[in-house]
């Protein structure tokens, strides 16, 4: 880190409730080191969409629909970041979520990871593990991680 404070910021996002909500964090991070916003999905390449059955659309344009959604949802996402942040990026990788994100980190030279997490225990973790942990323990430069009110997060039911 810089003396000045952080210049780039990585907001990592999978669109759920908690990375909306991590979302006004990272916008009052950035305005106040004057940082330069990276907004960033990663498309989970553990799901083989070859795996998928549908008439007509080949794996490709499947994982090129999911790349072009993925974007819209990420310009969606920066319309509600104010205009007076005006240095942003977004990108969207395919990959192993925590392995794509610290590379983008690494490759941009972010300072700074600000990301929501589900605080998700159990079963669930013990079999899937937390992208958010693993970015935790291998990112080189801090996270912040924010996690949402209980009473935003929908719970599953049995």
Do not use: N
Not at 16 to 37: I, P
Not at 38 to 66: A, N, R, W
Not at 119 to 131: C, I, L, M, P
């Amino acid at each position: 880190m810089q003396e000045e404070g952080f210049k780039k910021i990585l907001f990592p996002t999978d669109f759920s409730v908690a990375s909306d909500y991590a979302l006004s964090y990272a916008v009052s991070m950035v305005k106040r080191f004057r940082a330069k916003l990276f907004l960033l999905h990663v498309i989970d390449s553990t799901y083989d969409v070859s795996g998928f059955y549908i008439p007509h659309i080949s794996t490709e344009k499947l994982q090129q629909e999911m790349e072009d959604s993925a974007e819209d949802m990420l310009k969606k996402m920066s319309g509600k970041i104010p205009r007076s942040i005006t240095a942003r990026e977004s990108a969207v990788k395919t990959g192993i979520p925590h392995k794509a994100i610290i590379k983008f980190a690494k490759d941009k030279g972010i300072d700074m990871i600000i990301m929501g997490t589900h605080g998700k225990a159990g079963v669930d973790h013990f079999f899937f593990g937390s992208t958010t942990e693993r970015v935790l323990k291998q990112a080189d430069c801090p996270v912040l991680t924010i996690r949402p009110p209980k009473d935003m997060l929908v719970k599953r039911r049995a």
